[in-house]
């Protein structure tokens, strides 16, 4: 009782935060989730030939993979079209050991001429952050230590302290609220779905995106046309992301 009133009395014996947990982190206004593939970087090919030698090397098939469609799926989603191509039974150990020859093999298929980081991509991202209110994270069909061999060929992977992968689902559109939670679990902001950017370079990655309510935008560097992405009415669309202004100007305002 004692104790009650001297806390009606003295608004001084209001709890205080420890003063290690007083200091001020820049607030995050905005929060872009990245596609990596055709987005972010290129790689030359180096992912459907990883898959390739992986299926040669775990279950003795040298086939093509030319007729699937990798763009905006997810790597459990491919693997499964794999197996059902070779009639290969879909289990959680054939998954498990297709996913260890693919990722032995992309190391080594990632030094190719023809992998690198596509135009603009390293000035936005630096320029995202020194803006400050950005939380950056990735919305990845890849699964994680995937996503990290490719980012880290070229020295990005460090850019991304969170991320939705394919670990987290099988299916692109079910992977925007795990990387929102991710985003609110570490910058403690739960972000508004207008706040939220998914940048993506196929119609799945404009599809994961509205679903979760979020802006898009879509890149012409992964292969489709802009008239085949307009056709899935992003919020915005840019032929690449050269024009590192224009970019953050987009990503920065809330109406386009
Ligand atoms: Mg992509």
Same mark, same amino acid.
């Given at each position: 009782?004692?104790? +009650?009133?001297?806390?009606?009395?003295?608004?001084?014996?209001?709890?205080?935060?420890?003063?290690?947990?007083?200091?001020?982190?820049?607030?995050?206004?905005?929060?872009?989730?990245?596609?990596?593939?055709?987005?972010?970087?290129?790689?030359?090919? %180096?992912?459907?030939?990883?898959?390739?030698?992986?299926?040669?090397?775990?279950?003795?098939?040298? !086939?093509?993979?030319?007729? /699937?469609?990798?763009?905006?799926?997810?790597?459990?989603?491919? *693997?499964?079209?794999?197996?059902?191509?070779?009639?290969?039974?879909?289990?959680?150990?054939?998954? %498990?050991?297709?996913?260890?020859?693919?990722? +032995?093999? @992309?190391?080594?298929?990632?030094?190719?001429?023809? &992998?690198?980081?596509?135009?603009?991509?390293?000035?936005?991202?630096? &320029?995202?952050?020194? #803006?400050?209110?950005? %939380?950056?994270?990735?919305?990845?069909? =890849? *699964?994680?230590? !995937?996503?990290?061999?490719? @980012?880290?060929? #070229?020295?990005?992977?460090?850019?991304?302290?969170?991320?939705?992968? !394919?670990?987290?689902?099988?299916?692109? =559109?079910?992977? !925007?609220?795990? +990387?929102?939670?991710?985003?609110?679990?570490?910058?403690?902001? =739960?972000?508004?779905?207008?706040?939220?950017?998914?940048?993506?370079?196929?119609?799945?990655? /404009?599809?994961?995106?509205?679903?979760?309510?979020?802006?898009?935008? +879509?890149?012409?560097?992964?292969?489709?046309?802009?008239?085949?992405?307009?056709?899935?009415?992003?919020?915005?669309? *840019?032929?690449?992301?050269?024009?590192? %202004?224009?970019?953050?100007?987009?990503?920065?305002?809330?109406?386009?």
């Amino acid at each position: 009782m004692q104790t +009650a009133r001297r806390v009606r009395a003295d608004p001084v014996v209001r709890p205080q935060l420890p003063p290690t947990l007083n200091v001020q982190l820049p607030v995050k206004h905005h929060l872009l989730l990245w596609d990596i593939d055709g987005t972010l970087i290129a790689s030359g090919g %180096a992912g459907m030939r990883a898959l390739q030698t992986g299926l040669r090397n775990v279950f003795g098939i040298d !086939g093509s993979l030319a007729d /699937i469609d990798f763009g905006g799926r997810t790597d459990p989603w491919i *693997m499964r079209e794999v197996f059902r191509k070779f009639a290969l039974p879909a289990t959680p150990e054939n998954f %498990a050991r297709f996913f260890d020859g693919y990722l +032995a093999a @992309l190391p080594g298929e990632l030094a190719n001429p023809h &992998a690198r980081v596509l135009p603009g991509v390293r000035e936005i991202l630096k &320029a995202a952050t020194e #803006h400050g209110g950005f %939380a950056q994270g990735l919305l990845t069909g =890849n *699964m994680r230590r !995937g996503a990290q061999l490719k @980012l880290a060929h #070229h020295g990005l992977w460090e850019q991304f302290a969170f991320g939705a992968f !394919g670990d987290d689902s099988e299916h692109r =559109n079910e992977l !925007g609220p795990h +990387a929102v939670r991710r985003a609110l679990e570490r910058h403690s902001v =739960n972000f508004a779905a207008d706040d939220v950017w998914v940048i993506g370079d196929t119609p799945h990655d /404009i599809a994961c995106g509205k679903i979760i309510g979020a802006r898009t935008l +879509a890149v012409g560097t992964g292969g489709a046309t802009l008239d085949h992405l307009r056709a899935h009415a992003p919020t915005a669309m *840019m032929e690449n992301l050269a024009d590192t %202004a224009q970019v953050l100007s987009v990503l920065a305002g809330r109406t386009r």
